[in-house]
């Protein structure tokens, strides 16, 4: 392995605190993976913005996100590596991990396992370097296939954009220009689930963070998911997750 990490942080970057460019000494990567947010780096002299779910892979004289949007402050796991050995840059700056539920899961683990120090380092810093290259490369991989149609991008940006609000399914199937059943075939042919199961895997993953990092009440994280009740939470989540809620936020916070 070519790189070592020393150090992994979770970073919440406070209210009214600006960011600068800093560039990476030699020697020194940084892996930025985003959970929340908004933010944007300096790429090819252009701002490129960023938002949950990004990989950001920093080399010598780069800099890490410079700038966050003061209306949606972003989060992110930090990781610092020193290189061990050069090597020709073989993926993309920035990449996209597609399962959030996953990239909550993998940030807490390798956050803690980091800091208790209990697995052997070498075998710690080959996993974890290896999930995140993994993810790249899926990240990759969804690049090369063929594009999507262009009612269906504008449905996930719909989604993406309003998934805790009450969105709708012939709403939203109203907003790309096609019939419920068109919208259907659709998302079951390119993605494998339908609509609404595309909907509640985002609300299911927004709940899993607040429930890992907040104390908030059952009731008020369902109204900030866009449930209709804490009793539609509960249950949606039970089914999803295969245990409650209570029981998620004692294993993980």
């Known amino acids: 392995m070519s790189l070592s990490i020393r150090h992994i942080n979770y970073y919440i970057h406070p209210k009214k605190v600006a960011l600068h460019l800093q560039e990476l000494e030699e020697g020194i990567e940084r892996i930025e993976i985003l959970t929340k947010g908004r933010a944007w780096i300096l790429h090819e002299g252009r701002d ?5 779910g990004d990989i950001l892979w920093h080399r010598e004289g780069e800099s890490p996100i410079y700038k966050s949007d003061p209306d949606d402050l972003y989060e992110c796991l930090n990781i610092v590596c020193h290189v061990e050995e ?11 991990w597609f399962d959030l539920e996953d990239l909550d899961k993998f940030c807490h683990q390798a956050k803690k396992d980091f800091k208790e120090s209990v697995i052997p380092f070498q075998l710690f810093n080959s996993h974890a370097l290896t999930v995140i ?12 296939k063929s594009r999507l149609p262009k009612a269906l991008k504008v449905a ?10 009450g969105l709708g399914i012939k709403e939203l199937a109203s907003h790309v220009g096609l019939s419920v059943t068109h919208l259907h075939e659709l998302f079951r042919k390119h ?32 109204d900030r998911t866009g449930f209709k009740s804490a009793n539609s939470f509960c249950r949606s989540f039970k089914q999803y997750k295969r245990m409650t809620p209570d029981q998620f936020r004692k294993k993980y916070s």
Not at 48 to 52: D, F
Not at 86 to 96: A, I, M, Y
Not at 133 to 144: C, F, L, M, R, V
């Open 86 to 96: 050069k090597e020709l840059r073989k993926r993309e700056r920035v990449n996209q």
């Open 156 to 165: 996930l940006g719909i989604i993406e954009r309003d998934f805790l609000k």
């Open 133 to 144: 290259e993994y993810q790249i490369q899926k990240s990759n991989a969804s690049d090369k």
């Open 191 to 222: 993605l494998s689930l339908t609509p609404h199961q595309h909907i509640l895997r985002l609300r299911i993953s927004q709940a899993c963070q607040l429930l890992s990092s907040t104390t908030d009440p059952l009731k008020v994280i369902a």
């Open 48 to 52: 490129v913005e960023v938002k949950r």
